[in-house]
């Protein structure tokens, strides 16, 4: 009896535990390939799954995303430069009956295609293009891997090189090169900062001297008018003043001005330093005196030389009076403008100039000046008192 319920006993656990084998629970990530008796009947999950434990074998297959490191593989470019790559590759499968059925071992499988696909890669690039072109290698590795693994039942996502290593000789050209970048980089740099600098103090040059050009512009404009308006009324006050002396001198005896004249000519005479007058208008002086010969009455000739030569003024000294066709002196219509009656005494006659005045004339001109003027005095005399003057340098000659 004892025998019996051992039995029992052990029947029942052995059902239970081949209960609990044949049931599987298959997550969501998760998928089940079912063989029976060696057949692939497909994939199960996810959820509740019985299998027969004595006739079913399962594969398990995840579908997550899944990487895979490819170490450091070593590989020769185009222009024969053997560099040091490791890479990573990320997978996800898409086909879990065959991912199982078409490879055993897809990561030695992925390591091996990725090495060879590598090498193949880089030896259709230049070193350059190798450390410069990271996205386009990551690109044509990925193509080409995931052209392999697609009969696989695995789709490569993504590629991303992780480290080149160029050998030694090679990386200490990239440092000098990097070097000699760097230093050029700065020369244009600081070139240009040097040409923008120049621009900008020519530029401010420029507008300066524009401003200064303006204002020095401006400055002759109003220096101009300014010039203009003073000369303007310079020219106004002097016609003005002109004006006014004209209508004063209108007034004036002819015959005072011109002993003024004589007057300010014996001024200078008097003055103790030397000087040397000439006599440009010696044939005003002389047309005044005999002006003034004629107001006062008196009928005296005076030559009018054209140039100041002694046989000129010898004979304007020696000539004598002028008498009419019959040897008379000139009546009295031919005097100025006083005019006498019958039985009025005619006016004295002026004497010629004397031998030594002729002298003066010729050897010193403002000594002839102060003689023309006591001479014009003399006569001016002689026309209010009858009296006959007594020519200057006369009494020289006993004449």
Do not use: C
């Not at 998928?31 to 994939?43: N, P, T, Y």
């Not at 050998?167 to 050029?184: G, L, N, Y």
């Amino acid at each position: 009896m004892t025998l019996v319920f051992v039995l029992v006993g052990i029947l029942v656990v052995l059902a239970i535990l081949g209960a609990g084998s044949s049931v599987k629970i298959i997550r969501e990530y998760q998928r089940v390939i079912l063989f029976r008796l060696g057949r692939s009947i497909g994939a199960k999950g996810p959820g509740l799954t019985f299998v027969n434990p004595i006739t079913d074998r399962v594969s398990w297959v995840d579908l997550r995303e899944q990487f895979l490191e490819i170490p450091h593989q070593t590989a020769i470019t185009r222009d024969n430069a053997p560099i040091s790559i490791d890479f990573i590759i990320f997978y996800k499968v898409f086909d879990p009956v065959m991912s199982v059925l078409q490879v055993k071992d897809f990561s030695g499988a992925a390591l091996n295609i990725a090495a060879t696909t590598l090498r193949s890669v880089v030896g259709d690039m230049s070193l350059d293009d190798v450390l410069s072109k990271r996205e386009a290698m990551n690109d044509t590795l990925r193509v080409k891997l995931d052209e392999v693994t697609e009969r696989w039942g695995v789709k490569i996502t993504n590629v991303e090189v992780r480290e080149i290593n160029p050998p030694p000789a090679v990386q200490e050209a990239m440092t000098r090169q990097m070097s000699a970048e760097r230093t050029r980089r700065a020369v244009v740099t600081e070139s240009e900062g040097q040409k923008q600098a120049q621009i900008t103090v020519a530029e401010g040059q420029k507008q300066a001297a524009i401003l200064s050009a303006e204002g020095q512009r401006e400055a002759v404009i109003l220096a101009a008018e300014a010039e203009r308006q003073a000369q303007s009324l310079r020219s106004e006050g002097a016609a003005s003043a002109l004006g006014r002396v004209s209508a004063i001198a209108k007034d004036i005896d002819p015959n005072t001005v011109f002993l003024q004249y004589l007057d300010a000519l014996r001024q200078v005479a008097s003055s103790p330093s030397s000087k040397i007058v000439l006599p440009l208008e010696l044939t005003n002086m002389l047309s005044g005196l005999t002006n003034l010969a004629g107001r006062a009455g008196l009928s005296a000739t005076t030559t009018r030389p054209a140039t100041l030569t002694q046989p000129a003024v010898a004979a304007a000294a020696q000539e004598p009076v002028d008498h009419d066709a019959t040897g008379s002196p000139p009546s009295d219509a031919t005097v100025g403008s006083g005019t006498t009656g019958p039985g009025r005494p005619a006016p004295p006659e002026p004497r010629a100039l004397a031998p030594a005045a002729s002298e003066v004339l010729l050897e010193d001109p403002l000594a002839a000046a102060q003689v023309g003027a006591e001479l014009a005095r003399a006569n001016l005399e002689a026309a209010t008192n009858g009296v006959v003057p007594e020519p200057p340098g006369a009494g020289s000659d006993g004449g």
